[in-house]
């Protein structure tokens, strides 16, 4: 079967995905059902493990969206386990250098063309699809890597010229605290660096990626329009911490109007 992320990483088209932070498989589940195409697990800054990605990635399947995940490290044994556990892509966090993005892409996949190891797996339903999922899986397996420092943005062209790269993402907070803007993500350093990558992309006809981690119709419609086209939309604890926060100022807000019409 294609990889619809994959495919879409490949042509450049715009893809709307999100990201989960809070490893329970019911927030797969809710997100799963509202139309976005993919779901990246951050295995980078939470304890989200390889079980919890397969349970997550569970939540999803027959509902739309492909699990992805952002793995831990640039690691050959956390890319090969978190593929075999039936992610149908990395996001490969840190990679500065044309080297780093080498040895992503030769983690992620089967020989000649990298070093992943072959095993029955829950990728291939525990061997039963073994022959079909080994000979597809190098065309299958979506790798994107993540410019998130000054160091990958100067060397943003030789990045995107490794082959097998299939797109870079962005990481707007670790590249704004590379330099030295800290949580400042609109900075103009920051939409320079951004605006960049993004042109570097277009030239090399990869995708350019980002993760928006704070979303509104700004920054969503100011990325389209830089060319971005692999897009990452909040995140699970931002949705729950926003609608949190709006329902209980509306509440607020109601309970004065009342109060001021009723007790004055
Ligand atoms: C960053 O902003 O650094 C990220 O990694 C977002 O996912
Ligand atoms: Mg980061």
New binding site residues.
Partial sequence: MVNLVREALLERRVTFGT?IQLGHPGIAEILADIGFEWIAA?C??TDISTEGFMSLARGMYGRGPLPLA?VRENDTLAIRQILDAGAQGVIV?LVNTAEDAARAVYAAKYPPEGIRGFAFCRANNWGSDFNSYVQEANNNTAVVV?V?SKEAVENIKSILAVEGVDGVF??????SGSFGVTGQ?SHPVILDAMRKVAEACKVRRKSAGI?I?KPNKDNIRLAVEDGFTFI?LGMDTVFLDEAARNILETAHKGCLEHNERNYR
């Fill in positions: 990201w951050d980078e800054h952002r966090p993540m998130e962005i990481g707007p907070y670790d590249l993500t993760h981690v990452a």
